[in-house]
């Protein structure tokens, strides 16, 4: 993990002869891959976004490697220490500043300041994002080895049951939301197609992990919703569909 972070701080391609091999073909992937979208966005919009995108990727690698020594100590950290980097790792803000550069026609600069800085709708949004991966694959990650999440780090706080932090958690996730809907858009600098999206991001992660965990081990239900929204076609009645012509 270290290596590869480094590799993403120095984003140069000389990094790669400092991988070892079976990380050789990840950094080439996410080195072709981002510079392709940064100059896309600099020959349609004359804005160089490497600067910002690689800030993210360096961020989330950042936490990956606080996590990834949490593991490797079987060290439990505060609820507090835990979030702190817990929305970070969850690559909700890494996925925000890329959908930002595919929804907006007019890149602002106090936008890009909005996304280098995490502004709160960004950091709101990746909470939720944190939170409910917590509560549907923190039984699994257990059974892994890993010994943080918010759940646990709740209880080692706290002292109370598995089923007390739970319910704290989706309190919290339900306090996030009141933030985000109370005072994410007024403040924001950022325009309504991408902060629809900020928002799609958390719904997406309340869907996803409402049963367990939707992503890493679907059940019936999440394959269903995925059938009924991508597979299956829309049955409209013929009344309707006359009035749709």
Same mark, same amino acid.
């Given at each position: 993990?270290?290596?590869?972070?480094?590799?993403?701080?120095?984003?140069?391609?000389?990094?790669?002869?400092?991988?070892?091999?079976?990380?050789?073909?990840?950094?080439?992937?996410?080195?072709? /891959?981002?510079?392709?979208? @940064? =100059?896309?966005?600099?020959?349609? %919009?004359? *804005?160089?976004?490497?600067?910002? +995108?690689?800030? $993210?990727?360096?961020?989330?690698?950042?936490?990956?490697?606080?996590?990834?020594?949490?593991?490797?100590?079987?060290? /439990?950290?505060?609820?507090? @220490? =835990?979030?702190?980097?817990?929305? %970070?790792? *969850?690559?909700?803000?890494?996925? +925000?500043?890329? $959908?930002?550069?595919?929804?907006?026609?007019?890149?602002?600069?106090?936008?890009?300041?909005?996304?280098?800085?995490?502004?709160?709708?960004?950091?709101?949004?990746?909470?939720?994002?944190?939170?409910?991966?917590?509560?549907?694959?923190?039984?699994?990650?257990?059974?892994?080895?890993?010994?943080?999440?918010?759940?646990?780090?709740?209880?080692?706080?706290?002292?109370?049951?598995?089923?007390?932090?739970?319910?704290?958690?989706?309190?919290?996730?339900?306090?996030?939301?009141?933030?985000?809907?109370?005072?994410?858009?007024?403040?924001?600098?950022?325009?309504?197609?991408?902060?629809?999206?900020?928002?799609?991001?958390?719904?997406?992660?309340?869907?996803?992990?409402?049963?367990?965990?939707?992503?890493?081990?679907?059940?019936?239900?999440?394959?269903?919703?995925?059938?009924?929204?991508?597979?299956?076609?829309?049955?409209?009645?013929?009344?309707?569909?006359?009035?749709?012509?």
């Amino acid at each position: 993990m270290p290596y590869i972070t480094l590799s993403v701080f120095r984003w140069e391609i000389d990094a790669v002869k400092t991988l070892p091999d079976y990380m050789k073909l990840c950094f080439l992937a996410l080195y072709n /891959t981002v510079n392709e979208m @940064a =100059y896309d966005t600099l020959k349609e %919009q004359g *804005v160089d976004i490497i600067p910002h +995108l690689t800030k $993210a990727w360096a961020d989330m690698c950042k936490a990956f490697l606080v996590e990834a020594k949490w593991c490797d100590t079987k060290y /439990t950290p505060t609820f507090k @220490a =835990y979030l702190d980097n817990g929305w %970070q790792s *969850v690559s909700g803000v890494l996925i +925000l500043v890329h $959908a930002y550069f595919f929804t907006s026609k007019n890149i602002t600069k106090e936008a890009l300041e909005g996304l280098d800085e995490h502004h709160d709708l960004l950091r709101w949004s990746a909470m939720i994002f944190r939170l409910c991966n917590d509560l549907g694959t923190s039984t699994a990650e257990l059974e892994r080895g890993e010994t943080a999440n918010s759940i646990t780090c709740y209880m080692r706080d706290t002292g109370l049951s598995e089923e007390h932090a739970r319910v704290y958690i989706r309190g919290l996730i339900d306090d996030t939301w009141k933030k985000m809907n109370e005072d994410g858009v007024a403040n924001s600098p950022f325009a309504k197609p991408f902060v629809e999206t900020v928002f799609n991001l958390a719904r997406i992660a309340q869907c996803t992990y409402q049963h367990g965990d939707g992503h890493g081990a679907p059940d019936i239900r999440s394959k269903n919703r995925v059938s009924s929204l991508i597979i299956e076609p829309i049955k409209l009645k013929k009344e309707k569909i006359g009035e749709l012509c």
